[in-house]
């Protein structure tokens, strides 16, 4: 009888696992199409080529930065409310900020 909620909490555990993995690879493609975007908006707007590919390596610093960030601390909030409503939803909004990213690096 115990078994059943052992069970159950190991593969919520394992499903939070697999979604903070997803969200992880999502965000470094992420910053990759953030970058490409940014490089693409300032090539239109009459900046060369050259200025653009300088200015995007400031560009992923930041950005890696605050990744880095929001890795360390949704992971810590993950940690404490696995399993729970509130888990899902940041790893819902997560998911959907990243693939946003990418449909709309996509459409321009």
Do not use: C, N
């Amino acid at each position: 009888m115990d078994a059943q909620p052992k069970t159950r909490q190991l593969a919520t555990s394992v499903l939070a696992i697999v979604l903070w993995l997803i969200s992880f690879v999502l965000g470094l493609q992420g910053i990759y199409t953030l970058t490409q975007i940014i490089a693409l908006i300032s090539i239109r707007l009459g900046s060369s080529v050259e200025e653009a590919g300088m200015s995007s390596l400031g560009l992923v610093f930041f950005l890696a930065l605050g990744f880095l960030v929001f890795i360390v601390v949704s992971t810590e909030y993950h940690l404490k409310r696995v399993g729970k409503p509130e888990s899902w939803r940041l790893f819902g909004w997560t998911i959907a900020v990243e693939l946003s990213l990418l449909i709309l690096y996509y459409i321009i």
